[in-house]
């Protein structure tokens, strides 16, 4: 069994994503999952503006690990279905890939960035 020592992580996750990637992913989400682009956009509105970092093209805010779980997965069964329906425009699906390694990104940092113990099992 693994243990997460850092409780805090579970309130938000503070990570850098890009604008573009944000905001295409929020307009992707209001079309398939309303409440998931909901949620999203009230979390970036939670956000203290006044700590809103802005470096090139890179928003720095905080997430709850939940919510980039659920984009996630989203985006993978978005992807998923543009793969198995020809009639998917080539563009869509490249927009839907970038989108999946961009959040997979922010997952990967995510747990870099947790110290985990190794626990007994019983």
């Not at 997979?104 to 113990?117: C, D, F, W």
């Amino acid at each position: 069994m693994l243990t997460i020592k850092h409780p805090t992580i579970y309130n938000g996750f503070n990570t850098s994503i890009h604008a573009v990637d944000l905001r295409e992913t929020c307009l992707l989400l209001m079309q398939t999952s309303p409440a998931l682009a909901d949620q999203l956009q009230y979390e970036i509105l939670q956000n203290d503006k006044n700590e809103l970092l802005i470096t090139e093209d890179k928003l720095s805010i905080t997430l709850h690990i939940e919510t980039i779980g659920s984009v996630i997965s989203e985006l993978t069964r978005l992807g998923e279905q543009a793969l198995q329906t020809p009639s998917t425009a080539v563009t869509s699906k490249k927009i839907i890939k970038e989108l999946i390694d961009c959040w997979s990104q922010l997952a990967e940092e995510l747990l870099l960035g947790v110290e985990i113990a190794d626990t007994q099992l019983h």
